[in-house]
């Protein structure tokens, strides 16, 4: 569990009553059921070849032009043997739905949750009380689960503070920091105690050399190694846009209803534009890395996003799971050449 | 100011340019990358030394996809970078650069001095690159000299794959249902403009737009890309060597 990537899912061990998820979902509900929520994208990308689970995805007959993602995260149930999911249905991709009747005709117990794209409070009060329904809880239980959550998602958000504001913490750290509260590691004792010694340890060190700050918006990118690359180059992501999103540390100490309707990522582009811009404003970033998963539709984002980020944008895609490639790296060193040549000239 | 090298060690071809105190190019090289990109660029930095009269240790910059393989260079740069600084020296009123090389095709558009302000460049696929109209020259049994006066043809049929392979295909079908081949290739290079085009749609495009790399040599590419546009397309002088000329400026400001 050493590489970038094995960081996002670092867990210690699955529990056996594991409830897998597709994407972030309101985890309160499954942990006040007594269950244990596991990203399985997390699960997927910091499995010892995640590479080898895309392989099999496809072999299973995934079609090739499909996200490596989904092919991911049908692998990595299996390897791990978690036999019931949520998924979600509405604010993800369609990709997900039938990535769902797969795993339903494969006997896998599915539950489906869909944010409304109406936004509206009284249909996500619904539709969180049908899943807590189908969890046998109450809704009451997992609004008190959400303050529990909430202390150790304020951890997160400490980290990104102190990225912010300039302390000494690396792209990577910051991004697993994010990542780790879309399930808690499934253990979110154990959770807490990585957030507090990283962020004890980040107190600890000077403060970080001057690096060109930039953002990264988007799905968390496949790339075994691009975080590095970027810091070999000079560059620091200041801002994880959707990790960001997917910890919820906008919505610390507001109801589910509330916190789950400002979690922008599910929501219409113009809810996730929004919140990019102000965070990216506040970082007082100098460029934005915009990442799109190969197949994936949120390509077509990408001209909105350059028509009002203000400052320049850099589109990288990648399909597999690999070291980021020549090609790519290229276009990473041309985008920080940028600023080199504007400082010298 | 005394003599530079730079060298751009292309996926296709290598390059070497070296530049006199008065910047002016008093030699070239260009030969097939081959295989082997580091031997490839000790080729290129004596080969251009000695068509240069210098000795000795030329200060030299490095880019292109092997620029980490060549040991003699000070420093690297990208070939983004290097287009916009030897476009900038050869046409100082350059507003937007197309490069399109043997793996792929860059836009870039233009700041003061030569500065990148906004690049795009195309994804893994050869259907927007030099390679691709190799091999539909080899499938032509043409030189790609020839390919690069081809008559103007008003309705070529379309290519509409985006992939360099099944363009391949639908070439073959083309010519099997009897189109004629000159029409044919029209198409092809129409195609492949379109692609560009569409990349070129990424970042705000400005006139001037200079055309360079190894495809720039091809005027059924510029005018086609011109038609596809609707903007003059003028080819950069020294269009194969633009990168090395600005990794060779880099060598002088380092």
């Known amino acids: 569990m050493n590489t970038p990537q094995a960081a996002v899912g670092d867990y210690q061990s699955l529990p056996v009553d594991a409830v897998g998820i597709t994407t972030t979902v309101p985890v309160e509900v499954i942990f006040a059921a007594g269950r244990y929520p596991v990203d399985l994208n997390n699960l997927f990308i910091s499995a010892p070849d995640p590479a080898a689970l895309t392989a099999e995805g496809e072999a299973s007959g995934f079609p090739q032009n499909c996200c490596a993602w989904v092919k991911g995260i049908y692998a990595a149930r299996a390897l791990y043997g978690i036999s019931e999911v949520v998924g979600v249905t509405e604010g993800d991709c369609s990709d997900t739905g039938a990535l769902l009747d797969v795993w339903r005709s494969e006997g896998v117990k599915v539950h489906e949750f869909g944010f409304p794209r109406s936004r509206e409070p009284e249909e996500l009060r619904q539709r969180l009380r049908r899943l807590a329904g189908e969890f046998g809880v109450d809704l009451s239980a997992a609004e008190e689960m959400k303050q529990r959550l909430d202390e150790i998602r304020a951890l997160a958000q400490q980290a990104d503070m102190l990225m912010a504001g300039g302390a000494e913490i690396s792209s990577q750290e910051l991004f697993a920091a994010l990542m780790w509260c879309t399930d808690f590691l499934a253990a979110p004792e154990r959770c807490r105690r990585k957030l507090s010694a990283l962020l004890a340890d980040i107190k600890r060190r000077p403060p970080a050399a001057p690096r060109l700050r930039l953002a990264c918006a988007g799905v968390p990118p496949v790339f075994s190694d691009l975080w590095e690359t970027v810091e070999a180059l000079g560059g620091r992501i200041v801002l994880h846009e959707i990790p960001r999103q997917f910890a919820l540390v906008d919505g610390i100490g507001q109801n589910l209803v509330s916190a789950y309707l400002g979690y922008a990522y599910p929501y219409t582009w113009e809810a996730r534009l929004s919140n990019l811009l102000a965070a990216a404003q506040a970082r007082q970033v100098a460029g934005i890395i915009h990442y799109a998963q190969t197949f994936c539709y949120r390509h077509i984002h990408d001209r909105l996003l350059r028509a009002r980020a203000g400052v320049p944008v850099l589109t990288l895609e990648a399909d597999l799971p690999v070291k980021v490639d020549a090609r790519t790296r290229t276009r990473l060193e041309a985008f920080l050449e940028q600023w080199h040549d504007r400082r010298q000239s | 100011m005394q003599y530079r090298l730079g060298l751009d060690l292309g996926s296709t071809t290598a390059k070497a340019v070296v530049l006199g105190p008065d910047n002016r190019i008093v030699a070239s090289v260009v030969r097939e990358s081959g295989y082997d990109l580091k031997t490839a660029a000790e080729y290129l930095w004596q080969e251009a030394a000695r068509l240069a009269g210098v000795n000795g240790d030329l200060p030299c910059v490095a880019t292109g996809y092997g620029r980490a393989l060549a040991s003699m260079a000070k420093r690297t740069a990208t070939e983004i970078t290097c287009h916009a600084r030897g476009i900038c020296f050869l046409h100082p009123d350059a507003a937007a650069i197309v490069d399109m090389g043997g793996q792929d095709a860059k836009v870039i558009r233009l700041g003061a001095a030569g500065r990148v302000e906004e690049f795009a460049m195309n994804d893994r696929c050869a ?36 992939c360099a392979v099944f363009a391949e295909t639908e070439i073959v079908g083309l010519l099997a249902s009897g189109q004629p081949a000159e029409a044919v290739l029209v198409g092809t290079h129409r195609a492949l403009a379109r692609r560009v085009a569409a990349l070129c749609r990424q970042i705000r495009l400005a006139s001037p737009l200079y055309f360079s790399g190894g495809v720039a040599l091809n005027e059924t590419m510029r005018r086609e890309l011109s038609a596809v546009l609707g903007m003059p397309v003028l080819r950069a002088e020294h269009a194969q060597l633009t990168a090395a000329i600005g990794a060779a400026l880099l060598a002088g400001e380092t």
Do not use: C, M, N, Y
Request: net charge neutral.
């Open chain 2, 127 to 162: 259907a927007g690159a030099g390679v691709f109209l190799d091999l539909v020259a080899r499938r032509f049994q043409r030189s790609l000299a020839e390919l690069s006066h081809l008559p103007q043809v008003e309705k070529a049929p379309e290519i509409s794959s985006t």
